[in-house]
């Protein structure tokens, strides 16, 4: 069967049921720009957690780190990000639209949006001038004495910034890495297709530190881990590929990167990048700060500068993914149903407890009580508004995995049903045994159910 989502599907749910919002909305809206609701902010939670757990909590040779976005500027001036962290951009005199010299067979023409921009009589675009993505901004009250500063493009200079310091106290030898998440700041040019790509977004770094020798080694073991990482949590194998970058695409910092890619309604995109940045960045900061940051072995005196393997995720992006991959239609007793097929630990709630008659005062406090219960446990919520056929399909937009209903029966033999988000199986059991019952199920092991 072949896969029914479409993007406007997915930023159509993602709105109705309260996942992401259009930014700034009352003021018309800014591009490239979205706000997260509750639901969002969930499962973007458990998308941060799942990461770091599996990049700190799971392995002993990996720290975290929480840089500031407003670093010394010197910082990227030296990284090479001042003069080199750009587009190249052409502008068409024609329509007046701006696009990426080398994503035109991407871009649509402004006058024939069938045509790529300068396929048309029409178009008049200029030659390309490099544009520098760093937002900009100053620190210090007066113009005249601040100083210039930027918001940083990435999380992973923060990371180099603070080798020596990390790598002292954490007490570990090469290789071993230091991981940070947090928010990342472009001036995209390019339409964004809803949070694929947007001004503001988190990322998932984590810099690998490695004998030069192994460098080559550890790229192809992260790009292997990070693979499996997609796959543990559901992102079904016919939908991810990688991809190794061409020597004329690759960063200025890279010597070899290949992508993760994802199959997103909009095509094979980029998921995540692992690159082999070599020593680039530890020696330019040497170089231009004056402390040497190098592996120094205490006990035999060896030093050396380590080359660096970095996978690099976007949060948003992940979610993106998850979103879609899980994201289906079906017709159920000639009642069509959608449904967020998501893995259990990334679905922004776990268990939902419904009393059939909100009213009756048996059964929602029979509810009431497991919910209290449940909610000490993980992620719950209790829904009393609206018939139960319409409770079921809300929970399933969202992607709840199981679904606990209160209803006469509970009030005679202490039982409620539990119902499958993904078979729509129910079945019975005591009330007692409802929480280590979710609890057991939300630990085996999931694969989607969703067709390749
Ligand atoms: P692209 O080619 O899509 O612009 P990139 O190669 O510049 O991405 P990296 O610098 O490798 O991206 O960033 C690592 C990850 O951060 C990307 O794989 C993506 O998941 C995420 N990312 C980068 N830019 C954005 C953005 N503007 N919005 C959302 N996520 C982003």
Same mark, same amino acid.
């Given at each position: 069967?072949?896969?029914? %989502?479409?993007?406007?599907?997915?930023?159509?749910?993602?709105?109705?049921?309260?996942? %992401?919002?259009?930014?700034?909305?009352?003021? &018309?809206?800014?591009?490239?720009?979205?706000?997260?609701?509750?639901?969002?902010?969930?499962?973007?939670?458990? %998308?941060?957690?799942?990461?770091?757990?599996?990049?700190?909590? !799971?392995?002993?040779?990996?720290?975290?780190?929480?840089?500031?976005?407003?670093?010394?500027?010197?910082?990227? @001036?030296?990284? &090479?990000?001042?003069?080199?962290?750009?587009?190249?951009?052409?502008?068409?005199?024609?329509?007046?639209?701006?696009?990426?010299?080398?994503?035109?067979?991407?871009?649509?023409?402004?006058?024939?949006?069938?045509?790529?921009?300068?396929?048309?009589?029409?178009?008049?675009?200029?030659?390309? @001038?490099?544009?520098?993505?760093?937002?900009?901004?100053?620190?210090?009250?007066?113009?005249?004495?601040?100083?210039?500063?930027?918001?940083?493009?990435?999380?992973?200079?923060?990371?180099?910034?603070?080798?020596?310091?990390?790598?002292?106290?954490?007490?570990?030898?090469?290789?071993?890495?230091?991981?940070?998440?947090?928010?990342?700041?472009?001036?995209?040019?390019?339409?964004?297709?809803?949070?694929?790509?947007?001004?503001?977004? !988190?990322?998932?770094?984590?810099?690998?530190?490695?004998?030069?020798?192994?460098?080559?080694?550890?790229?192809?073991?992260?790009?292997?881990?990070?693979?499996?990482?997609?796959?543990?949590?559901?992102?079904?194998?016919?939908?991810? @590929?990688?991809?190794?970058?061409?020597?004329?695409?690759?960063?200025?910092?890279?010597?070899?990167?290949?992508?993760?890619?994802?199959?997103?309604?909009?095509?094979?995109? !980029?998921?995540?990048?692992?690159?082999?940045?070599?020593?680039?960045?530890?020696?330019?900061?040497?170089?231009?700060?004056?402390?040497?940051?190098?592996?120094?072995?205490?006990?035999?005196?060896?030093?050396?500068?380590?080359?660096?393997?970095?996978?690099?995720?976007?949060?948003?992006?992940?979610?993106?993914?998850?979103?879609?991959?899980?994201?289906?239609?079906?017709?159920?007793? !000639?009642?069509?149903?959608?449904?967020?097929?998501?893995?259990?630990?990334?679905?922004?709630?776990?268990?939902?407890?419904?009393?059939?008659?909100?009213?009756?005062?048996?059964?929602?406090?029979?509810?009431?009580?497991?919910?209290?219960?449940?909610?000490?446990?993980?992620?719950?919520?209790?829904?009393?508004? &609206?018939?139960?056929?319409?409770?079921?399909?809300?929970?399933?937009?969202?992607?709840?995995?199981?679904?606990?209903?209160?209803?006469?029966?509970?009030?005679?033999?202490?039982?409620?049903?539990?119902?499958?988000?993904?078979?729509?199986?129910?079945?019975?059991?005591?009330?007692?045994?409802?929480?280590?019952?979710?609890?057991?199920?939300?630990?085996?092991?999931?694969?989607?159910?969703?067709?390749?």
């Amino acid at each position: 069967m072949p896969d029914v %989502v479409t993007m406007d599907k997915i930023v159509s749910l993602a709105r109705r049921r309260g996942f %992401v919002f259009p930014s700034s909305e009352i003021y &018309g809206g800014l591009g490239s720009s979205y706000d997260y609701g509750h639901y969002g902010v969930l499962m973007k939670e458990n %998308v941060k957690a799942r990461w770091l757990e599996a990049m700190v909590r !799971e392995r002993d040779d990996i720290v975290a780190l929480d840089s500031s976005i407003i670093l010394h500027p010197s910082v990227w @001036r030296a990284s &090479g990000h001042v003069a080199g962290f750009t587009d190249p951009l052409v502008d068409c005199r024609h329509c007046k639209l701006r696009f990426r010299a080398d994503q035109l067979e991407e871009a649509q023409c402004g006058a024939r949006p069938s045509k790529h921009p300068g396929e048309t009589e029409l178009c008049d675009l200029t030659e390309p @001038r490099q544009f520098n993505l760093m937002f900009q901004t100053r620190i210090g009250a007066l113009e005249e004495t601040g100083l210039d500063a930027y918001l940083r493009p990435e999380t992973a200079q923060g990371i180099f910034v603070n080798f020596k310091n990390v790598a002292q106290i954490a007490r570990r030898k090469p290789p071993f890495g230091i991981a940070q998440l947090g928010k990342a700041f472009r001036n995209e040019i390019t339409p964004g297709n809803f949070i694929f790509r947007t001004l503001e977004f !988190e990322m998932m770094e984590m810099e690998y530190f490695v004998p030069p020798e192994s460098a080559e080694h550890w790229h192809r073991y992260w790009i292997d881990e990070r693979l499996a990482w997609y796959r543990r949590f559901g992102i079904r194998e016919s939908h991810l @590929r990688v991809r190794a970058h061409e020597s004329d695409e690759l960063s200025h910092y890279s010597s070899a990167t290949s992508d993760i890619e994802y199959l997103f309604p909009i095509g094979w995109s !980029e998921l995540e990048g692992i690159a082999n940045r070599g020593d680039y960045d530890l020696t330019a900061h040497s170089e231009a700060s004056g402390t040497r940051l190098e592996w120094v072995d205490s006990a035999t005196g060896e030093r050396y500068v380590p080359y660096v393997v970095e996978p690099a995720a976007g949060v948003n992006r992940s979610l993106l993914a998850f979103l879609v991959d899980s994201y289906d239609e079906e017709v159920v007793a !000639e009642r069509p149903r959608t449904v967020l097929r998501l893995h259990p630990e990334i679905a922004p709630v776990k268990a939902a407890i419904l009393p059939l008659v909100p009213r009756d005062a048996e059964m929602s406090t029979r509810a009431r009580n497991l919910y209290e219960e449940l909610r000490r446990a993980m992620v719950a919520e209790y829904d009393d508004s &609206g018939q139960i056929g319409r409770r079921y399909r809300r929970q399933d937009e969202i992607g709840t995995p199981f679904a606990l209903t209160v209803d006469e029966q509970t009030v005679e033999d202490e039982t409620v049903t539990i119902r499958d988000r993904d078979s729509l199986a129910q079945e019975r059991i005591p009330i007692a045994g409802a929480r280590s019952f979710v609890l057991d199920r939300l630990a085996q092991e999931w694969k989607t159910s969703k067709a390749d």
